[in-house]
């Protein structure tokens, strides 16, 4: 069986290639388009495809420091971005011009962005979250209980969660406008967050490596930590209620299971550049990562998400089946895929530690 990460490549679009480096990355929510920021300011939106890929849309003029983050809108019609100069647009990709902008957002500079429908929340260095209401044109909230730069953020049931270098996880009433909770200090920087098991875990990757797991409505202190990668931890996408891809500094994305804890494989890596972002396509096929070698990669991850639906069948979601026979085949078809899959990402991670070792010795 070929490794996790030579499957991953297999069938994939051509890497992206720019003259800067990319630090923000996003899928259309409808086409098979990514959208790139880069450190320059610069903003590109791409057709990719296996065959080849196609630029767009190369838009220069937006920002006059570096686009940190961008969102696709929900239509896919559309392009909110965030910038270090600390303005916030949203671009209409047609005319390839503005139809919202506020070029003195925030005070420092933006880092993070996440949009809800019409509601758009921007943090920046400073720990300064903002809600905005695009119909109003006009914010709506400021939460300033985070002290330092705002590494991610995450919505569920009104709750706007914000993992913070400061060391806390900041949780915000959106509809009161006001602070719902703060950890304690978990005395190292949070950089991604992700709530998963169908809302009742929330997962915060860490500077230290560790991923820190909270249970919902606990927001005091972890109830859980999960050790094992070597280097900070800076974006989380969940591949499933329980299994998740982590995109490290030390330039590989890992595949991990939440409860219990077990760290999958490899199925990805930047050689020694940190994994900066990480973003899955509409259709749940590619998965791209950016790093500081100026380049987007696209790993296939199907398999992963084949893996779940295997897992879904053996939990008898499909309950109204007439054949028992049927099921049993299913079970079985269901647990061999499964099987093959683990093993494959297993060998994977060996020969990851194994190379990691060597690099090691080889150094002393």
């Known amino acids: 069986n070929p490794g996790a990460m030579e499957e991953a490549k297999e069938g994939c679009p051509q890497d992206l290639q720019f003259e800067h480096q990319v630090f923000a990355i996003d899928f259309s929510p409808n086409q098979h388009v990514i959208a790139t920021g880069l450190i320059s300011g610069d903003i590109n939106v791409s057709r990719y495809s296996v065959e080849a890929n196609q630029s767009l849309v190369s838009i220069t003029t937006l920002h006059t420091e570096a686009c940190r983050v961008l969102n696709f809108t929900a239509d896919g019609s559309g392009l909110f971005t965030g910038s270090a100069d600390r303005s916030v647009h949203l671009l ?17 500079p933006i880092c993070c962005m996440l949009v809800n429908g019409t509601q758009v929340f921007t943090g920046d260095d400073e ?14 909230r400021t939460f300033d209980d985070n002290e330092d730069f705002i590494g991610d953020m995450t919505l569920y ?3 706007l969660l914000c993992a913070s270098g400061d060391g806390t996880l900041g949780v915000y009433d959106i509809r009161k406008g006001t602070l719902y909770c703060q950890s304690e200090d978990m005395e190292d920087e949070l950089l991604s967050i992700l709530i998963i098991k169908e809302g009742t875990k929330v997962v915060v990757g860490t500077q230290g490596g560790s991923l820190n797991i909270f249970n919902w409505d606990e927001f005091g202190f972890y109830s859980d930590r999960f050790i094992g990668h070597p280097e900070s931890i800076d974006t989380l996408v969940s591949v499933s209620e329980t299994t998740i891809l982590t995109g490290s500094s030390d330039g590989l994305i890992r595949v991990c299971d939440i409860h219990p ?10 050689d020694d550049f940190p994994v900066e972002r990480m973003s899955l396509s509409h259709d749940d096929t590619y998965l791209a990562s950016c790093s500081h070698d100026n380049t987007v990669k696209f790993w296939n991850v199907k398999f992963l998400f084949e893996e779940d639906e295997d897992g879904d069948n053996n939990m008898g979601s499909d309950s109204d089946s007439d054949s028992d026979s049927d099921s049993d085949s299913d079970k079985d078809t269901g647990k061999k895929g499964k099987q093959q899959n683990k093993k494959k990402l297993q060998q994977t991670l060996v020969s990851q530690e194994k190379k990691q070792l060597s690099q090691f010795f080889s150094d002393l």
Request: avoid cysteine.
């Open 157 to 159: 049931k009104n709750k």
């Open 261 to 270: 804890n077990k760290l999958l494989g490899v199925i990805g890596e930047h």
């Open 127 to 140: 720990g300064i979250v903002k809600m905005w209401d695009i119909r109003s044109k006009d914010v709506i």
């Open 92 to 108: 209409e990709l047609n005319t390839q011009k503005p139809r919202w902008s506020q070029k003195n957002a925030h005070d420092d």
